[in-house]
C-alpha cells in the first residue's frame, strides 16, 4: 500500500505516484481500496474533434459538456455516453482464460478509464523490443489469438484492436488479448456503432430511464411506430447492401481476368465506386433523408432509441478522420475495409466484421516475425491509402509462416481464410517446429568457498541453464565428550573434510584402468582379422553383412589416396537375404533393392525408377544428382532441393515435416524424414531417405495416401537397408 501514494480514481482505485518526466498517464497499475487487490487501469482520452462545435448542433445554456470533476458513469455528452456504454457492454462478455477482464468502466477529468485485472504478463511490443520472433513461436502467439477471438466473435463482437500493446505474453509462455473494452469506447467516440447488430449480446431496448434522461437533454427519441418503418428500411439496406457488394467484388473479378483493368484501390482488387453497378445502389431503400454538404448531419436513433452509426456519407467521413485522430498510423487496426475512403455509394463498401481482425492478426505476425511492419508508418494518411492500393512488403524471413501472412493481409475480405482453416495451418506449423538444442546455451557457476577466502585452484563448473544444483549439507560437527575421549574429538574436529577433488581422481584413475584392460584384452584374446574386406559392409552402403557361403578375399590391393567424406566408391559384398514378402531384384538402371512382392515396375522418367501397387508407389533415383551442385549434406539437399519433394515444397496448404535426422553410417552419410502435405487428391504420406554414394546421391522414398501410413511405414522399413548400388 505505500508504494501507491498517487492520484485517487473514482475515489477508490489509488494510483502510484508517477516519475517527474511522466506527464500524462495512459496505462498504470493501482490498488483497490474496496477490495484490497492490485489491478490496472488505462484512460481513453476524450479528444476535442468529440466536442466541437459544428452547424446545426444546438446545446442548451450552461449544460456541461464534459464531465469534470467527480467520476461519473452516466455522463451528459452523448458521445462519451456512447463510448461507456460500448465499454460497459464488451466487459459482460464470459470469461474466457485468453481474454482479460473488465471490472469497472467511468469517467473523470476529460479521460474514460478503463479497470481491468492484472496480469503477470509483458506486452507483446515489449517483447519485440528485444529481437523478433521465430515463425513457429509466432505462430504459437497467433493460436492463441485465434482462440481468444473465436470467443469475442461467437458474440457478435469484432476486436479492431489488436496490436502489440493489446497482446500480453504470461509467464508461461502463453498469449493473452487485451483491449476489447478500449477499442469499443475509441470507435463511439470516433462516431461508429462497435456494438454487435446479432447474437446474444445485441442490445435491446433502451431503458426508460434513459429515454427520460435523453429526452431531459433534449436529444432525439422517436416513436415506436415511426422509427419501425425506419429500422425496417435501414436493415432491408443493410442486407441488400451487403448482397450487392459479393455481387459485385465476384463480377469485378471475372471482369478483370478478362480486361485487366484495375480498379481505383489499386493492384487486382475491386473498389467500391466501380465494382457495384448502380442500379442495385438506386434500388435500396434510403431511410434517411438527403442533407446539404454544409450539414453534418443528426443522426436518427433505431426504434430502440440507440445511434447505429454514421447515416450520411459525410458523417462517415467525419467519423474516418476522427478515427485518423486517435487510433493513429497503427497498420493492425487500418484493414481495407476500415482505411477506404467514403464514396458517394459507401453503404455498399465491404462492412467491418471478423475478417478486419484477421487483417489485424496478419499484420501482427510480420511485424512479429520481420521486426517491422507491414506497410510504411511514418503517416497515418498514407498508410490508409497504402493498405487500399498496394500489396504488403515481401515477408522475406517469415519462413513458413509466409503464406498464412499473405492469405491474412489480402485487400478483398472475402479472399481472406476462414478461422476453421487458419487453425489448421496454425496447428500444423506448431507440431512442424523443430526441438531445442539441449545444451546450446551453457552457464558456468563457482561453488562458493568453503572457507572465508577464496580459493583459486577451483574450477569453474559447467551446467546446462535450468538445470538445480542441490545444495551440499553441512558438515556435521563432532560432540565434544569427557574423559580420553575429548582429545580425539578435538583433533577429528581439527580435520579438514575431504575434497571432492579426490573422488574425481580416484574416479578418472579407475576409467583409465578400465580401458586399458579393455584393450589388453582385445590384443590378447580377439581373433585375427583375414581381410579388409571379406565379410565387411561395403563403403558407401548401408546394412548388409558377412554371409555364409562367401567367396575367399582377394590379395590386398595397394593404399589409396584419401579422399572426401561421401566421395567413395562402393565396394562389392553379398548383400543381406531378401524379407519375408519381398523379392531381391537387381535392376538395369544400376542398382539392387528389395521390392515387395506383386509389384509392378515402371518406366524410368526422370532419372527415377517406380515400383507400385494400387494407390503405394517406390521410388528409386540411383545417383541423379552430384555432390559437386548440390554440396555434401544429406539433411539439406533433401529439404531445399530434392526434386521428389518439390510438391511438398511448393504446396500452400497443409502440411507438415517430422523425423528429418542426419545419419551416418561408417563412410556414409544419409538423412531421413517424414514428409505429408495436402494437395488435389487428398493428404500423401511419403518416407524419403537420401544418401550419398559415390560423389553422387541415391533416394529411396515410399509414398501413398496419409490413410495407409501402416503399410507406408512398413514397406519403408523393409526396402530402404537392402539398397545396393551395383552401377
Not at 451487403?242 to 473479378?253: L, S
Not at 515402371?602 to 532419372?607: E, K, L, N
Not at 528429418?660 to 504420406?685: D, Y
Request: some cysteine; aromatic content about 6%; hydrophobic content about 35%.
Amino acid at each position: 500500500m505505500d508504494d501507491y501514494a498517487g492520484r485517487l480514481l473514482a475515489e477508490r482505485y489509488r494510483l502510484p505516484r508517477p516519475p517527474s518526466e511522466e506527464y500524462e498517464l495512459r496505462e498504470s497499475r493501482a490498488y483497490d481500496t474496496a477490495s484490497g487487490q492490485e489491478v490496472l487501469v488505462r484512460q481513453v482520452p476524450l479528444p476535442e474533434i468529440v466536442d466541437a462545435e459544428m452547424p446545426g448542433e444546438h446545446h442548451e445554456p450552461g449544460a456541461a459538456r464534459r464531465p469534470l470533476g467527480r467520476a461519473t458513469r452516466r455522463p451528459a455528452d452523448p458521445a462519451v455516453r456512447r463510448a461507456v456504454e460500448a465499454a460497459l457492454a464488451a466487459s459482460r462478455i464470459p470469461d474466457h482464460p485468453r481474454l482479460d477482464q473488465v471490472f469497472d468502466v467511468f469517467v473523470e477529468d476529460d479521460g474514460l478509464w478503463i479497470v481491468s485485472e492484472l496480469v503477470a504478463a509483458r506486452p507483446l511490443a515489449a517483447v519485440l523490443a528485444e529481437r523478433p520472433l521465430s515463425p513457429h513461436r509466432a505462430a504459437e502467439i497467433a493460436a492463441d489469438l485465434l482462440a481468444a477471438l473465436s470467443a469475442v466473435h461467437t458474440f457478435g463482437w469484432t476486436h479492431r484492436n489488436i496490436t502489440a500493446r493489446s497482446v500480453l505474453i504470461c509467464d508461461d509462455g502463453r498469449a493473452l488479448l487485451t483491449g476489447l473494452a478500449s477499442g469499443a469506447a475509441e470507435e463511439a467516440l470516433c462516431g461508429y456503432d462497435p456494438l454487435p447488430t446479432e447474437g446474444p449480446m445485441a442490445p435491446g431496448p433502451l431503458p426508460p430511464e434513459d429515454r427520460e434522461a435523453r429526452e431531459a437533454n433534449g436529444e432525439p427519441v422517436p416513436h415506436r411506430a415511426a422509427s419501425s418503418r425506419a429500422t425496417i428500411a435501414h436493415r432491408a439496406a443493410r442486407s441488400g447492401a451487403i448482397a450487392a457488394y459479393r455481387a459485385g467484388a465476384a463480377a469485378a473479378r471475372v471482369a478483370e481476368e478478362e480486361r485487366a483493368v484495375h480498379a481505383p484501390w489499386g493492384g487486382d482488387k475491386p473498389g467500391p465506386a466501380t465494382t457495384v453497378p448502380a442500379q442495385p445502389e438506386r434500388a435500396i431503400p434510403d431511410p434517411q433523408p438527403q442533407q446539404t454538404p454544409a450539414e453534418w448531419g443528426t443522426p436518427e436513433p433505431g426504434e430502440d432509441g440507440r445511434y447505429r452509426g454514421p447515416a450520411t456519407a459525410l458523417a462517415a467521413e467525419r467519423a474516418r478522420q476522427a478515427r485518423m485522430t486517435m487510433v493513429g498510423p497503427v497498420t493492425e487496426r487500418w484493414a481495407p475495409e476500415q482505411a477506404g475512403p467514403v464514396y458517394e455509394n459507401w453503404r455498399l463498401a465491404p462492412p467491418v466484421g471478423p475478417a478486419a481482425d484477421l487483417w489485424a492478426v496478419g499484420a501482427l505476425l510480420f511485424r512479429a516475425v520481420q521486426g517491422h511492419a507491414p506497410y510504411p508508418e511514418e503517416s497515418v494518411t498514407d498508410l490508409a491509402q497504402l493498405v487500399c492500393a498496394e500489396p504488403p512488403a515481401f515477408a522475406e524471413e517469415c519462413g513458413p509462416l509466409r503464406p498464412v501472412i499473405e492469405s491474412l493481409l489480402r485487400q478483398d475480405p472475402t479472399e481472406r481464410p476462414e478461422f476453421e482453416e487458419l487453425s489448421g495451418w496454425l496447428r500444423s506449423l506448431v507440431r512442424s517446429a523443430p526441438e531445442p538444442e539441449v545444451g546450446r546455451r551453457t552457464v558456468t557457476a563457482q561453488l562458493p568457498p568453503e572457507s572465508g577466502g577464496r580459493d583459486s585452484r577451483r574450477l569453474p563448473i559447467v551446467r546446462r541453464r535450468g538445470e538445480l544444483v542441490r545444495r551440499r549439507r553441512n558438515e556435521k560437527r563432532p560432540v565434544r565428550v569427557a574423559g580420553s575421549r575429548h582429545r580425539r574429538g578435538r583433533e577429528r574436529s581439527r580435520q579438514r573434510p575431504r575434497s571432492p577433488r579426490r573422488l574425481g581422481r580416484l574416479l578418472v584413475s579407475l576409467v583409465l584402468v578400465g580401458l586399458v584392460a579393455a584393450i589388453v584384452y582385445a590384443m590378447v584374446f580377439m581373433p585375427k582379422a583375414e581381410s579388409s574386406d571379406s565379410g565387411a559392409n561395403r563403403r558407401g552402403s548401408v546394412g548388409g553383412g558377412p554371409s555364409e557361403g562367401a567367396p575367399p578375399p582377394s590379395p590386398p590391393a595397394e593404399p589409396s589416396p584419401p579422399q572426401e567424406p561421401g566421395s567413395q566408391t562402393p565396394q562389392s559384398t553379398r548383400p543381406a537375404p531378401a524379407p519375408q514378402g519381398y523379392t531381391l531384384q537387381k535392376d538395369p538402371a544400376g542398382f539392387q533393392i528389395a521390392v515387395p512382392k506383386g509389384w509392378a515396375r515402371g518406366q524410368t522418367s526422370g532419372g527415377q525408377v517406380r515400383y507400385s501397387k494400387g494407390g503405394l508407389q517406390m521410388l528409386v533415383v540411383p545417383g541423379r544428382d552430384s555432390t559437386a551442385k548440390y554440396g555434401t549434406d544429406p539433411r539439406e539437399y533433401q529439404l531445399s532441393d530434392e526434386p521428389e519433394l518439390s510438391e511438398y515444397r511448393d504446396s500452400n496448404g497443409w502440411k507438415t515435416v517430422s523425423g528429418v535426422r542426419s545419419i551416418t553410417v561408417g563412410e556414409t552419410a544419409m538423412a531421413e524424414g517424414e514428409f505429408s502435405w495436402k494437395g488435389s487428391g487428398g493428404k500423401t504420406l511419403l518416407r524419403n531417405r537420401a544418401m550419398i554414394l559415390g560423389g553422387k546421391y541415391h533416394v529411396v522414398l515410399v509414398r501413398g495416401p496419409e490413410s495407409q501410413r501402416t503399410a507406408i511405414d512398413e514397406h519403408f522399413s523393409q526396402v530402404v537397408d537392402t539398397y545396393r548400388a551395383t552401377g
